[in-house]
């Protein structure tokens, strides 16, 4: 028998939300109370269970405007959608329990003026949200399989990112490690790569993640201390994710940007505890094909939107 609950932030029990989690096919980064606290403390959660058993949970970001809520994709998170159990059945019986899941939830959704969320690349099977009247587009991103180890990666990068590279050794580039988000921040707001908002956001991210990931920042400076670049970094249990950069605006030409990207995947290779370095993206055609030329491989996931609610 399917049961589905919506449930308020208070009403989720930490531990067990996170124990789900940890054993879902979709488990990363953004599906977690502690990172859900950081990016909309008030977050709503869709729970469906099957004869007891817990089989779907989806973190809701609910915001609201004047009083219409509406569910939306925060902002420095990828993803979001329903996680789901592990399945060991047959296919047929697998896609039968995400269809069945899937519309349950549907169903205990709370009434809002529009939802627009992205699902994690893993699930796939968005029927049930186009029977139900919700659009669906694909969007793109990019992971590196990091297997063949950093010295061979590197000779897959574009010459346009090997010059890049020469650039910052010519320039007397050098990199420090810091955890201290800062002078990332001060870079990012000069450059307009996050306004006040967006730096707040950051920070009670960066805060909730102390404690359960081993997040840092690198920082690129010129021979005369002058800080050229910074980048976050976010070691997940699968991917190594490329959380964020910010360039100096008069240091742009010295390939910092580049250099400290390549030094994430390096770490991310010497680790040997990740499958992918995660670049985030992105749709934006000049991002896309500057992350493209680290060789990555392309990975599909869906945008899910509907607008019509409370009319």
């Not at 008030?42 to 989806?58: F, I, K, M, T, Y």
């Not at 893993?122 to 949200?129: A, C, I, Q, T, W």
């Not at 100096?248 to 992918?276: D, K, V, Y």
């Amino acid at each position: 028998m399917w049961q589905s609950q919506l449930l308020k932030r208070t009403e989720i029990d930490d531990e067990a939300w996170n124990a789900f989690v940890d054993r879902s096919p979709q488990r990363y980064l953004y599906y977690y109370t502690w990172y859900l606290d950081g990016v909309c403390p008030d977050w709503q959660a869709v729970q469906v269970s099957h004869g007891g058993e817990p089989v779907l949970q989806w973190p809701l970001p609910v915001k609201k405007k004047g009083p219409l809520p509406y569910a939306w994709q925060p902002r420095l998170t990828q993803f979001g959608g329903p996680v789901f159990r592990p399945f060991n059945e047959p296919r047929h019986r697998q896609h039968h329990q995400i269809k069945s899941a899937l519309q349950e939830a549907i169903k205990a959704l709370p009434k809002l003026v529009s939802l627009d969320i992205n699902l994690h690349p893993e699930l796939s099977f968005f029927m049930p949200f186009q029977w139900a009247g919700y659009k669906v587009k694909p969007r793109f991103t990019y992971w590196l399989p990091l297997e063949a180890g950093y010295g061979d990666l590197k000779g897959e990068f574009s010459s346009s990112i090997r010059n890049h590279l020469k650039k910052a050794a010519k320039a007397g580039l050098s990199i420090r490690q810091s955890n201290d988000p800062e002078r990332f921040l001060s870079l990012a707001l000069r450059a307009t790569v996050y306004d006040a908002n967006e730096a707040g956001a950051f920070r009670a991210i960066w805060k909730a993640i102390a404690g359960h990931r081993r997040a840092f920042i690198l920082e690129a400076y010129t021979p005369e201390n002058e800080p050229a670049a910074a980048a976050a970094f976010i070691p997940d249990v699968r991917n190594f994710i490329f959380f964020g950069n910010a360039l100096s605006p008069s240091l742009r030409n010295t390939g910092a940007g580049s250099l400290l990207i390549a030094e994430g995947i390096r770490m991310a290779c010497e680790t040997c505890q990740h499958e992918f370095f995660d670049f985030e993206g992105s749709m934006l055609p000049p991002v896309e094909q500057y992350f493209r030329a680290f060789n990555p491989e392309g990975k599909m996931y869906l945008n899910v939107q509907q607008k019509k609610w409370l009319k």
